[in-house]
């Protein structure tokens, strides 16, 4: 079956511009996370979706920062008046449980932001 | 605070030949560890999940092991191939009763498989 996909691959923007990263779950999953990876960096977490639990928001790293998901599918990060320091590779990954379960998480292949 | 520490940052090696990699962690209460595969521009995918009870878990040439007394892990590549090229990261993840569902990340380690 399809994996977790994610849109676009690739985003260059403006500084100062918002930007709208997609990610589109693996059918069923009811997590979803969303991670930053930094060049030379581990993962960053950034926010997560249980079912229709509120998101826990505790990485977001500002006010820039907002996800949602809607229907308990497709999930967008917005940020907003982005800024150098933003760019990265934003992953997402979904689950049929959250993580500390045995459950396996599934990563798209992540969008590309480059802040100019 | 958790912390997932990995060693070494970064490995050459022949093709053919054997590897380990290292990873050390203070998470705690511990659910379980998995070590991930990551290749250049793309998502990590999963090689092993071990929970507390479990020493030691295979995937084809990977194979991991788990001291949970130390809170040290290890990944072993038996003959190498030029494909096992890539960041390899290991994640741990805390017990929910511990209240968090927010897994700690290694930051990887860069393997590079010569011909």
């Known amino acids: 079956g399809a994996g977790v996909s994610q849109s676009p691959s690739n985003k260059v923007t403006e500084k100062g511009k918002d930007v709208e990263l997609r990610c589109d779950p693996i059918?069923?999953?009811?997590?979803l996370y969303w991670y930053r990876q930094s060049l030379g960096q581990g993962l960053e977490f950034l926010i997560y979706?249980?079912?229709?639990?509120?998101?826990?928001k505790s990485g977001l790293p500002s006010d820039r920062f907002s996800a949602e998901r809607t229907g308990g599918s497709v999930s967008t990060l917005t940020i907003q008046r982005t800024q150098q320091e933003d760019s990265a590779v934003y992953l997402c990954a979904s689950s049929w449980g959250l993580a500390g379960t045995s459950y396996e998480q599934y990563f798209g292949p992540g969008t590309r932001l480059t802040v100019t | 605070k958790n912390q997932v520490e990995q060693s070494p940052q970064s490995l050459i090696i022949l093709e053919g030949k054997n590897c380990t990699l290292q990873c050390n962690y203070t998470v705690s209460p511990f659910s379980n560890l998995r070590w991930y595969k990551q290749d250049t521009g793309r998502g990590p995918v999963s090689l092993t999940i071990m929970t507390f009870s479990e020493n030691t878990k295979s995937n084809g040439r990977y194979t991991a092991t788990l001291d949970a007394d130390t809170k040290q892990s290890s990944l072993h590549i038996t003959a190498s191939q030029l494909s096992d090229s890539a960041s390899y990261i290991c994640v741990v993840s805390a017990d929910p009763s511990g209240g968090s569902y927010i897994p700690t990340f290694g930051r990887g380690t860069s393997l590079i498989v010569h011909p």
């Open positions: 979706f249980q079912g229709n639990s509120a998101p826990d």
């Open positions: 059918s069923g999953h009811t997590a």
